[in-house]
């Protein structure tokens, strides 16, 4: 089977001349095979359709896609209309269990919650006839799903749902935290998740005065506080610091007890340590998408890191995630690309006190902590936007600097806005190092004010790659990219660092990221809102060790050589902490 999307948001007939017409060999053989719709877009007969490919290729803005499916596929769960996007098989909630669903983004895991939620009824494909419960019901027939499908359809089933882009609640609701709260309290708990998430010092604060990380922890309180029969949330590590998430993941763990709970979720080591099974999401991004069968948490991930499904054998990506051990197990020598002195910087009640080191021609150093302890002070030091109150920073340094909150200040195309960043844009060096990587073609001609908040992201990482300078700093560049991109993201890191010769320090807190990127690690300790101390560079065994210490938690490494958190409390967590050996340990050397 073959399916052909047209993405209307970048389809431009007025702009391009219709090539996708004009190049058509239906179409220069009499068959309507590519027509300008009603809507003023391209539309394409999937029936008369070769799939030669020739108006992918020649479409200006990478609009169309064209996509033979194996024959198993026949029957979509849904499909958003001709030329639409398509999802194949769905996700099951089972009671008692975290379900998590992995896979890039645009690949329908909204859809399939709007299903469960019932807000939409699935159509099998079947996009001209009003789709209807009963013929729903006949096809789950003796499925996993039935059942549920059934409460579904009867209206019997409440949805509490935590959305991926917190951003927007500002924009829907203008109370105070206290007041949105306690709208929510419907299993009288909420006192205990204020305490827990931290939000007591919040709740008389305007809703539109939050950061991030506030608006993603009280988003999380919202959604766990009501009393529903099925729990979805999108994303709840965005902001949050390691430790914030390793508290919302306990507490939904908690909840998940009697109650089903899907997760979508690109910190690996969070999914891995929450969800129960999971599904894993394959496809090509806003053309269709295919959900697995629930599989064990751990077979999913490695499956999903190899890129071949077993069970289905399915090869989905070319390459194969590893995390190599080349940083962590032997020293890189490399050329001092400028020391940062001693320095200390106090705003009101808080200080940072940064003990002094080093930054190297072409190493990646990471930067771990949690929030509100310095992590962006330090990195505004570096790049000259803050004066320290003591010590004496360098200003021959040229820096670029990508902050952590991004917000759109244009309606210019992102070509354009990045044409104004650099004049290396047509470079082939700039393709093959920036806009490939980054997975930017497609939204190219899109203002950025249109953007989602990954591609938003994508976008703010190019802006500060585009510069010229000897010091590159991104603040948590992995906030709503999916793992795909998160593994781009890393390559891509480590190879502009080399390439370039440059120093590139990255802040985050997707632990996963942090040790496939990083040669060494800057570890900031304190107390969160009064007092932060940057602590290194180190080699990462020691900072990670240190860092992990704190958090008390301990990693290893599986079969597959993926770094996983240890179950608190299992045989390996209690060896390791035994021999003081958080990182990797060899507990056979005890």
């Known amino acids: 089977m073959r399916i052909a999307v047209v993405h209307k948001d970048r389809c431009h007939p007025k702009k391009c001349g219709t090539e996708c017409i004009l190049y058509c060999p239906r179409v220069r053989t009499g068959d309507e095979t590519v027509v300008i719709g009603e809507d003023g877009k391209a539309a394409i007969s999937e029936e008369l359709c070769v799939g030669c490919g020739i108006c ?43 379900i998590g669903i992995l896979g890039a983004n645009g690949i329908g895991k909204s859809t399939a919650v709007n299903i469960l939620g019932g807000q939409m009824i699935p159509n099998q494909g079947r996009f001209d006839e009003e789709p209807s419960w009963q013929g729903i019901l006949r ?30 609640i500002p924009k829907v609701f203008a109370g105070t935290v206290g007041e949105l709260l306690a709208s929510t309290d419907e299993r009288g708990v909420l006192e ?33 506080a009501r009393d529903a029969d099925f729990y979805f949330l999108d994303e709840i590590t965005p902001y949050l610091d390691i430790y914030q998430r390793m508290t919302a993941a306990k507490l939904i763990r908690e909840l998940a007890k009697d109650r089903p709970v899907i997760i979508v979720e690109h910190d690996l080591a969070i999914l891995d340590m929450l969800a129960d099974m999971v599904h894993v999401g394959y496809g090509k991004p806003a053309v269709f998408g295919i959900l697995t069968r629930p599989k064990g948490v751990r077979v999913g991930i490695n499956q999903y890191l190899e890129g071949f499904l077993h069970e289905e ?20 020598t490399r050329e001092v690309l400028f020391a940062f002195p001693a320095m200390k910087k106090s705003f009101g009640a808080f200080s ?7 930054i190297r021609h072409g190493e990646v150093l990471g930067v771990v902590g949690a929030n509100g302890i310095g992590k962006s002070t330090f990195a505004k030091l570096l790049a000259g936007a803050e004066e320290p109150d003591e010590g004496t920073m360098e200003k021959t340094l040229k820096v670029s600097y990508k902050p952590q909150y991004i917000k759109p200040a244009s309606s210019d195309p992102v070509e354009m806005l990045l044409r104004q960043a650099t004049n290396r844009f047509d470079s082939s060096f700039y393709l093959h190092e920036i806009l490939e990587p980054l997975s930017l073609h497609p939204i190219l001609q899109s203002s950025v004010d249109t953007l989602s908040g990954g591609e938003l992201q994508r976008v703010a990482i190019a802006l500060c790659l585009s510069q010229d300078a000897d010091l590159y700093i991104l603040d948590e560049p992995s906030a709503h990219l999916d793992v795909e991109q998160r593994v781009k993201l ?15 320090l990255v802040i985050d807190h997707d632990i996963y990221l942090i040790d496939m990127i990083s040669e ?29 210490t704190e958090l008390e938690v301990t990693f290893r490494r599986d079969k597959s050589g993926r770094p996983r958190i240890n179950k608190p409390g299992s045989f390996l967590d209690r060896e390791q902490r035994s021999i003081g050996e958080y990182y990797y340990a060899d507990v056979s050397k005890k």
């Open 352 to 358: 940072l006190t940064v003990g002094g080191g080093d």
């Open 56 to 98: 992918v290729k020649k479409c200006p803005f990478v609009a169309i896609d064209i996509v033979t499916l194996p024959e198993e596929l026949e029957h979509p769960t849904h499909r958003y209309g001709q030329n639409g996007f398509a999802l194949y098989g769905m996700a099951i909630p089972l009671e008692g269990k975290v």
């Open 192 to 224: 205990a998740y204020v305490d827990e998430l931290g939000l007591r010092s919040l709740v008389e604060r305007p809703i539109s005065a939050l950061s991030g990380g506030e608006l993603q922890r009280m988003a999380i309180a919202a959604c766990l």
């Open 139 to 168: 096809a789950y027939t003796g499925t996993e799903l039935f059942d549920y499908l059934q409460m579904v359809s009867e209206g019997k089933v409440k949805t509490a749902l935590k959305p991926q882009y917190i951003d927007y």
């Open 490 to 504: 890393a390559r891509m890191l480590k190879k502009f660092a080399e390439g370039k010769d440059s120093g590139i």
């Open 520 to 548: 060494r690690l800057l570890v900031f300790d304190g107390e969160p809102g009064k007092q932060g101390e940057a602590l290194g560079p180190f080699d990462m065994k020691e900072g990670m060790n240190h860092f992990l």
């Open 313 to 332: 054998n399915v090869r989905f990506r070319e390459y194969e995630v590893v995390f190599e051990e080349r940083s962590h197990t032997r020293g890189v």
